[in-house]
């Protein structure tokens, strides 16, 4: 489910702010390390707005390749730093996991899926109550920000004891 933590117009932040860099070197770049996943910090600034590459992943989803435009917008973001602001960016994206690049500019350029990601956000807001990343809801119970694997573990198993 598309979410934005400060929707246009709202400012996004600098890789520089305080928070940013409190947030990534004691919390995410750690995190990542401990799981053996390569996450660098981005460098762009500021942080890039996210609705074209929601925008993007209905296109993708729309073709049974949602998970596939995710990883990799995630991988061109935190590993080759690139700006997923950018339609180019995320038309390159799309191609490289075998939509149409054509395609997925003219949906971005026209803004074709707009309404469908804003109704989203909105039941995000709304309806699962979102109100940061990442928001996990296993089996009813809502755990938001970084869990532990033994947390995410432990909600598992009791939502498979209430089924």
Do not use: C
Not at 10 to 35: F, G, M, R, V
Not at 62 to 87: C, M, P, T, W
Not at 141 to 153: C, D, F, N, P, Y
Request: aromatic share 10%; net charge negative.
């Amino acid at each position: 489910m598309p979410f934005e933590l400060r929707p246009y117009p709202q400012e996004t932040l600098s890789p520089k702010d305080e928070y940013i860099q409190h947030a990534w070197h004691n919390n995410i770049a750690p995190l990542a390390k401990s799981l053996g996943v390569t996450m660098n910090m981005p460098s762009i600034d500021p942080y890039p707005y996210t609705f074209y590459a929601h925008e993007g992943l209905l296109f993708a989803k729309d073709y049974g390749k949602g998970n596939e435009y995710a990883d990799a917008v995630f991988r061109a973001l935190y590993h080759d730093g690139q700006d997923i602001g950018s339609i180019e960016v995320l038309a390159a994206v799309a191609e490289s996991i075998g939509l149409n690049q054509k395609a997925f500019i003219e949906v971005l350029e026209t803004r074709k899926n707009s309404d469908r990601r804003a109704a989203l956000v909105r039941e995000a807001y709304t309806t699962a109550q979102v109100r940061a990343v990442p928001t996990f809801d296993i089996g009813g119970q809502v755990l938001t920000g970084l869990q532990s694997k033994q947390a995410i573990e432990e909600a598992i198993k009791e939502a498979e004891n209430n089924h």
